[in-house]
């Protein structure tokens, strides 16, 4: 093999481990990446919840009409639907916690403890009754957010 040859095989050896280093550096900012997006979304979604319960723990009206719900006490059309929709802002927070799991950016242990969560929560829920009370159904279905597909 002349030394034009060898150079040439030389210069394709290195192009394609340049590639082949290159692949991987992909690879690994893409794996950062999903990292970080994992964080943020995960940060998001505690921001938007701690969103939720701050209504209740900053609304007199809100926070007296929920007491006064679990005492069993009359409360008006007003507070039904102000209950009602605090409760389907956590709804909405479920749902998307939900989502970002079939997207797989929750893993099985995040997802598996925040059903738990979500099965206490449902127990003593409000809004079947606010539901009944307000006569038409909420936006979500608890069954469609226990499911892992």
């Not at 979304?41 to 505690?46: G, H």
């Not at 009359?74 to 389907?88: H, V, Y």
């Not at 969560?117 to 469609?144: D, F, H, N």
């Amino acid at each position: 093999m002349d030394n034009e040859n060898k150079t040439k095989v030389i210069i394709e050896l290195v192009s394609a481990g340049a590639v082949l280093l290159g692949l991987i550096f992909i690879g690994l900012e893409l794996r950062q990446n999903q990292q970080m997006m994992r964080s943020q979304i995960r940060n998001d979604l505690s921001v938007g919840l701690n969103d939720v319960l701050l209504a209740l723990a900053s609304s007199e009206s809100l926070a007296s009409a929920a007491a006064r719900f679990e005492d069993s006490q009359e409360i008006s059309p007003t507070d039904i639907e102000q209950i009602w929709t605090w409760e389907n802002a956590i709804f909405r927070y479920w749902e998307n916690v939900h989502y970002q799991y079939r997207s797989d950016l929750y893993d099985e242990i995040e997802f598996s403890a925040q059903q738990r969560a979500w099965k206490q929560a449902l127990t003593i829920s409000r809004s079947r009754v606010c539901e009944q009370k307000r006569g038409r159904k909420g936006p979500v279905s608890s069954k469609v957010l226990m499911r892992r597909s």
